[in-house]
C-alpha cells in the first residue's frame, strides 16, 4: 500500500513525460478497439444481410455464385429454374413461405428484381428486421415499382415517378423497355442491404416487359403496355427463390432433398453458412487492420518503455534513498512496474472512454448515411483480452527498467554522488 | 569495551582477487551510545567501510558483527531489513525525496520497518515533534522539500534517520554542503537528538575541523592496514 502511494506520488512528480507516454497509450488502444468495433459490426451486418431465411434455392452452380446474385445482385445466375419446379417445391409440406426472385433486367445501373408481394413480408435483414416503408407501400398492379433507399436518394426519385427499365445490366438504346415505364408506388427505408441498391416489380411486370422479346432482343412485332395486361402473364421461370420452412430442424432434409430434385438440377445453400463461407474470403481486410492497430499499439508501449528507461538516470538518487530507507532490490522493480501499469491502465481507460464518446456521437451519422444501427455494447470478451495483453505487455516491458534499476540500486548502495 | 554494537575482526575486502585490498582491518569496535568520527582523506576506504558496517558489501574475509548479529551470514533481503530495522543513513546531500512532503521524508523508514513502527505510538506525532526540535518551521511540514535550504534538508534527513529510534546512526559526509555555522548547528542537533534515543553515531568526514567534537576519533589509515596507492 505504501509502494502504491510512493509510486504514484512518484509518477505524478513526472506528470509531463508520463502524460504523453499515456495520451499515445489511450490513442492506440482507441485505434486498436475501434478498429474491432468496426470490425465486428462490417461483419455482423454481411453475415446479417439476409436472416430468418432458411433456404435459396437456384439454378445448380456453386453456392456462393447462388448466394452473389441471389442476395448481393453481384454477376448473373447461370440458368434459371422452372415456375413448374418452383410450384412443386413451394409446395413440400415442410415449407412455410417462399419468395421468389426474377433477375436480369436493370434501370440506370440498379438492378430490378422480379418477386411477390411475399418478399416484403418476409425477407428480414440484422436482427430479424422487416422491411420497412419510407413513403408509399408495397406494388399492387403490373406497373408498380417499389425502389431501395439509395435508388431513391442518388437518383432523386419521388413517388408516382415513371421509370424505364432496361433489358439486361448495361442500358443501351435497343434494349429499354420504353414501351412499358413502371411507376413508383413505394420507397423503401434505408437497410444497410443491397436491398438499398435495388428496384422491386412484381414478377407480372417482369413477365409483361419481356413478351415480344426472344433471345434477348425485341421482336418486330410490339405489343402495347395495354395489350398485355390482359393477356396471361404467367412467368414460366424465375432466377431463384427463398425459402422459409416450418421447422428448422427440416433444413437439411429439404436442402438434399432440392438438390436431388429430379427434374431439373437445382442448388440449395443455407444462406448464414454460405454467408460466413464467403466473409472467411473477402474478409481478411479485418486482419490487416488489425495486425496494423496491433503494432500501433506495441509503438505506444515501446513509447512508455523509452520514457522509463530515460528516466533511469535523473531516479537513480530516488533510488539510493529508498534503498537506505528499507526499500528492497525487488521494492525497487515493483515501483516501475506500478508506474507502467498506471500509465497503461489511465492509457486503457481514456482511450476506451474516447472509443464510447465518439461512438455516442457519430451514431446518429452512421445510421442516416449507413444504415448501420451501432450497437453501443459493454466491452465484449476479446477486447477484454485486448486490453489485459496490453496491461500484461506494460507490466512485462517494465521488468526492463526495473531490472536496470535494481542492478544500478546493489552497486551504488547507499552511496551515490553525483 | 562495554556493550560494543559493533565488532570487526580481521576485515578484508576487495572489489576481485586480482586488484588490490581497499580494507584490511585487524579490529575495529564500536561500543553503544559512541560519537564516533571516522577521519580520512579521499579513497581511503571510509565509503567502503560505511558499505560492509551497513552490509551493502560483504567482506571477503572476517567477521563483522553488528548489534550481536554477523552480518555474513544473512541473505541480501535478510541484510535489507536489518539495515531498515537498526541503522539510519544520512547522506550528504539529496537526502530527501522531492514528491513527498516533510512528514512523508520523515516517515519514510517507518514505511519499511514493522520494527521501528512499532517503537512509535503515534507516527504523525512523533514526526512532528523530532523535525521541531530539529527548529524546522511548522508552516513547513507540508510542503514538498524543494522550498527547503540545504541546511534544513539535512536536519530532516536527521529526523528521518532518527525516527523509531534505531540503534546506530550512519552519517556519510552530511555536514559537507553546509557552511560553518550551520555544520556547528547541525553536530548539535544530532548529538542531541542521538543522545536522546541512545543511539550510537558513526560519522565519516575528510573533514578534521569536525572532530574536536566527538568523544572518539578514528583515523583511517590507522586502522586500515592497505598500502594506499
Same mark, same amino acid.
Given at each position: 500500500?505504501?509502494?502504491?502511494?510512493?509510486?504514484?506520488?512518484?509518477?505524478?512528480?513526472?506528470?509531463?513525460?508520463?502524460?504523453?507516454?499515456?495520451?499515445?497509450?489511450?490513442?492506440?488502444?482507441?485505434?486498436?478497439?475501434?478498429?474491432?468495433?468496426?470490425?465486428?459490426?462490417?461483419?455482423? @451486418?454481411?453475415?446479417?444481410?439476409?436472416?430468418? @431465411?432458411?433456404?435459396?434455392?437456384?439454378?445448380?452452380?456453386?453456392?456462393?455464385?447462388?448466394?452473389?446474385?441471389?442476395?448481393?445482385?453481384?454477376?448473373?445466375?447461370?440458368?434459371?429454374?422452372?415456375?413448374?419446379?418452383?410450384?412443386?417445391?413451394?409446395?413440400?409440406?415442410?415449407?412455410?413461405?417462399?419468395?421468389?426472385?426474377?433477375?436480369?433486367? !436493370?434501370?440506370?445501373?440498379?438492378?430490378?428484381?422480379?418477386?411477390?408481394?411475399?418478399?416484403?413480408?418476409?425477407?428480414?435483414? =440484422?436482427?430479424?428486421?422487416?422491411?420497412?416503408?419510407?413513403?408509399?407501400?408495397?406494388?399492387?398492379?403490373?406497373?408498380?415499382?417499389?425502389?431501395?433507399?439509395?435508388?431513391? #436518394?442518388?437518383?432523386?426519385?419521388?413517388?408516382?415517378?415513371?421509370?424505364?427499365?432496361?433489358?439486361?445490366?448495361?442500358?443501351?438504346?435497343?434494349?429499354? #423497355?420504353?414501351?412499358?415505364?413502371?411507376?413508383?408506388?413505394?420507397?423503401?427505408?434505408?437497410?444497410? @442491404?443491397?436491398?438499398?441498391?435495388?428496384? #422491386?416489380?412484381?414478377?407480372?411486370?417482369?413477365?409483361?416487359?419481356?413478351?415480344?422479346? $426472344?433471345?434477348?432482343?425485341?421482336?418486330?412485332?410490339?405489343?402495347? +403496355?395495354?395489350?398485355?395486361?390482359?393477356?396471361?402473364?404467367?412467368?414460366?421461370?424465375?432466377?431463384? &427463390?427463398?425459402? %422459409?420452412? /416450418?421447422?428448422?430442424?427440416?433444413?437439411?432434409?429439404?436442402?438434399?432433398?432440392?438438390? $436431388?430434385?429430379?427434374?431439373?438440377?437445382?442448388?440449395?445453400?443455407?444462406?448464414?453458412?454460405?454467408?460466413?463461407?464467403?466473409?472467411?474470403?473477402? %474478409?481478411?481486410?479485418?486482419?490487416?487492420?488489425?495486425? *496494423?492497430?496491433?503494432?500501433?499499439?506495441?509503438?505506444?508501449?515501446?513509447?512508455?518503455?523509452?520514457?522509463?528507461?530515460?528516466?533511469?538516470?535523473?531516479?537513480?538518487?530516488?533510488?539510493?534513498?529508498?534503498?537506505?530507507?528499507?526499500?528492497?532490490?525487488? #521494492?525497487?522493480?515493483?515501483?516501475?512496474?506500478?508506474?507502467?501499469?498506471?500509465?497503461?491502465?489511465?492509457?486503457?481507460?481514456?482511450?476506451?472512454?474516447?472509443?464510447?464518446?465518439?461512438?455516442?456521437?457519430?451514431?446518429?451519422?452512421?445510421?442516416?448515411?449507413?444504415?448501420?444501427?451501432?450497437?453501443?455494447?459493454?466491452?465484449?470478451?476479446?477486447?477484454?483480452?485486448?486490453?489485459?495483453? +496490453?496491461?500484461?505487455?506494460?507490466?512485462?516491458?517494465?521488468?526492463?527498467?526495473?531490472?536496470?534499476?535494481?542492478?544500478?540500486?546493489?552497486?551504488?548502495?547507499?552511496?551515490?554522488?553525483? | 569495551?562495554?556493550?560494543?554494537?559493533?565488532?570487526?575482526?580481521?576485515?578484508?575486502?576487495?572489489?576481485?582477487?586480482?586488484? =588490490?585490498?581497499?580494507?584490511? *582491518?585487524?579490529?575495529?569496535?564500536?561500543?553503544?551510545?559512541?560519537?564516533?568520527?571516522?577521519?580520512?582523506?579521499? %579513497?581511503?576506504?571510509?565509503?567502503?567501510?560505511?558499505?560492509?558496517?551497513?552490509?551493502?558489501?560483504?567482506?571477503?574475509?572476517?567477521?563483522?558483527?553488528?548489534?550481536?548479529?554477523?552480518?555474513?551470514?544473512?541473505?541480501?533481503?535478510?541484510?535489507?531489513?536489518?539495515?531498515?530495522?537498526?541503522?539510519?543513513?544520512? &547522506?550528504?546531500?539529496?537526502?530527501?525525496?522531492?514528491?513527498?512532503?516533510?512528514?512523508?521524508?520523515?516517515?519514510?523508514?517507518?514505511?519499511?520497518?514493522?520494527?521501528?513502527?512499532?517503537?512509535?505510538?503515534?507516527?504523525?506525532?512523533?514526526?512532528?515533534?523530532?523535525?521541531?526540535?530539529?527548529?524546522?518551521?511548522?508552516?513547513?511540514?507540508?510542503?514538498?522539500?524543494?522550498?527547503?535550504?540545504?541546511?534544513? $534538508?539535512?536536519?530532516?534527513?536527521? +529526523?528521518?534517520?532518527?525516527?523509531?529510534?534505531?540503534?546506530?546512526?550512519?552519517?556519510?559526509?552530511?555536514? !559537507?554542503?553546509?557552511? @560553518? /555555522?550551520?555544520?556547528?548547528?547541525?553536530?548539535?542537533?544530532? &548529538?542531541?537528538?542521538?543522545?536522546?534515543?541512545?543511539?550510537?553515531?558513526?560519522?565519516?568526514?575528510?573533514?578534521?575541523?569536525?572532530?574536536?567534537? &566527538?568523544?572518539?576519533?578514528?583515523?583511517?589509515?590507522?586502522?586500515?592496514?592497505?598500502?594506499? *596507492?
Amino acid at each position: 500500500m505504501k509502494l502504491f502511494k510512493l509510486a504514484a506520488k512518484s509518477a505524478w512528480n513526472r506528470k509531463t513525460s508520463l502524460s504523453l507516454a499515456m495520451i499515445s497509450i489511450a490513442i492506440s488502444i482507441f485505434l486498436l478497439m475501434g478498429v474491432d468495433k468496426i470490425r465486428k459490426e462490417a461483419k455482423n @451486418t454481411f453475415l446479417n444481410t439476409i436472416s430468418q @431465411t432458411d433456404l435459396i434455392v437456384g439454378a445448380r452452380s456453386g453456392p456462393i455464385n447462388l448466394l452473389l446474385y441471389s442476395v448481393f445482385r453481384i454477376g448473373n445466375a447461370t440458368n434459371n429454374v422452372s415456375y413448374a419446379s418452383y410450384q412443386d417445391i413451394i409446395k413440400m409440406k415442410s415449407v412455410k413461405w417462399s419468395v421468389p426472385i426474377s433477375l436480369g433486367d !436493370s434501370h440506370r445501373g440498379f438492378r430490378v428484381m422480379g418477386t411477390t408481394q411475399d418478399f416484403f413480408r418476409h425477407y428480414q435483414y =440484422a436482427d430479424s428486421q422487416q422491411l420497412k416503408f419510407l413513403s408509399g407501400s408495397a406494388f399492387n398492379h403490373i406497373y408498380d415499382a417499389v425502389i431501395g433507399y439509395d435508388v431513391a #436518394h442518388q437518383l432523386k426519385y419521388s413517388l408516382g415517378k415513371q421509370i424505364i427499365l432496361s433489358h439486361g445490366i448495361v442500358s443501351t438504346k435497343f434494349s429499354e #423497355h420504353d414501351d412499358k415505364p413502371f411507376r413508383i408506388v413505394g420507397i423503401l427505408k434505408k437497410t444497410g @442491404t443491397p436491398v438499398d441498391r435495388t428496384i #422491386h416489380v412484381s414478377l407480372s411486370g417482369i413477365e409483361a416487359i419481356h413478351i415480344g422479346w $426472344q433471345s434477348g432482343s425485341r421482336s418486330s412485332l410490339s405489343i402495347s +403496355a395495354e395489350q398485355t395486361q390482359e393477356s396471361s402473364l404467367k412467368p414460366k421461370s424465375i432466377t431463384a &427463390f427463398m425459402l %422459409g420452412l /416450418e421447422r428448422k430442424i427440416d433444413t437439411f432434409r429439404l436442402q438434399r432433398k432440392i438438390n $436431388q430434385f429430379n427434374k431439373e438440377p437445382l442448388l440449395a445453400i443455407v444462406p448464414g453458412s454460405t454467408l460466413a463461407n464467403l466473409w472467411q474470403m473477402v %474478409g481478411s481486410f479485418e486482419k490487416i487492420l488489425m495486425t *496494423i492497430s496491433t503494432l500501433v499499439l506495441l509503438s505506444g508501449l515501446m513509447g512508455l518503455l523509452t520514457t522509463l528507461l530515460s528516466t533511469l538516470n535523473e531516479r537513480r538518487r530516488e533510488m539510493a534513498v529508498l534503498r537506505a530507507v528499507g526499500a528492497h532490490p525487488y #521494492h525497487i522493480m515493483i515501483l516501475f512496474s506500478l508506474e507502467a501499469l498506471f500509465v497503461v491502465s489511465s492509457g486503457c481507460f481514456f482511450g476506451v472512454l474516447s472509443l464510447y464518446l465518439i461512438q455516442i456521437l457519430i451514431q446518429p451519422l452512421i445510421t442516416e448515411l449507413y444504415g448501420l444501427h451501432l450497437a453501443i455494447n459493454f466491452l465484449d470478451s476479446e477486447q477484454f483480452v485486448i486490453l489485459i495483453i +496490453a496491461v500484461f505487455l506494460s507490466l512485462l516491458l517494465s521488468l526492463i527498467p526495473g531490472y536496470i534499476a535494481y542492478k544500478q540500486s546493489l552497486t551504488d548502495g547507499l552511496t551515490v554522488k553525483f | 569495551m562495554e556493550n560494543p554494537v559493533i565488532q570487526l575482526n580481521d576485515v578484508h575486502f576487495s572489489w576481485s582477487s586480482h586488484v =588490490a585490498e581497499i580494507i584490511n *582491518i585487524n579490529q575495529l569496535t564500536i561500543a553503544q551510545g559512541e560519537h564516533l568520527f571516522i577521519q580520512g582523506s579521499s %579513497g581511503s576506504g571510509k565509503t567502503t567501510l560505511l558499505n560492509i558496517l551497513t552490509g551493502i558489501n560483504k567482506p571477503n574475509f572476517g567477521s563483522v558483527q553488528v548489534l550481536d548479529v554477523e552480518l555474513n551470514n544473512l541473505s541480501s533481503t535478510q541484510l535489507d531489513q536489518f539495515r531498515v530495522d537498526h541503522l539510519g543513513v544520512i &547522506f550528504q546531500q539529496f537526502n530527501l525525496l522531492p514528491y513527498l512532503t516533510l512528514l512523508e521524508n520523515v516517515q519514510l523508514p517507518c514505511w519499511f520497518s514493522d520494527k521501528r513502527m512499532s517503537r512509535i505510538d503515534d507516527l504523525h506525532q512523533t514526526s512532528v515533534n523530532l523535525l521541531q526540535e530539529l527548529q524546522i518551521p511548522k508552516n513547513l511540514f507540508g510542503k514538498s522539500v524543494n522550498t527547503l535550504s540545504v541546511g534544513q $534538508q539535512q536536519r530532516v534527513a536527521v +529526523a528521518r534517520a532518527l525516527i523509531g529510534s534505531p540503534e546506530i546512526i550512519i552519517a556519510d559526509e552530511p555536514t !559537507s554542503a553546509l557552511d @560553518t /555555522e550551520n555544520r556547528l548547528k547541525f553536530l548539535e542537533l544530532l &548529538f542531541y537528538e542521538a543522545d536522546q534515543q541512545k543511539s550510537t553515531i558513526i560519522f565519516v568526514s575528510h573533514d578534521p575541523y569536525l572532530a574536536k567534537y &566527538f568523544s572518539r576519533v578514528v583515523e583511517m589509515s590507522d586502522i586500515n592496514q592497505v598500502d594506499l *596507492i
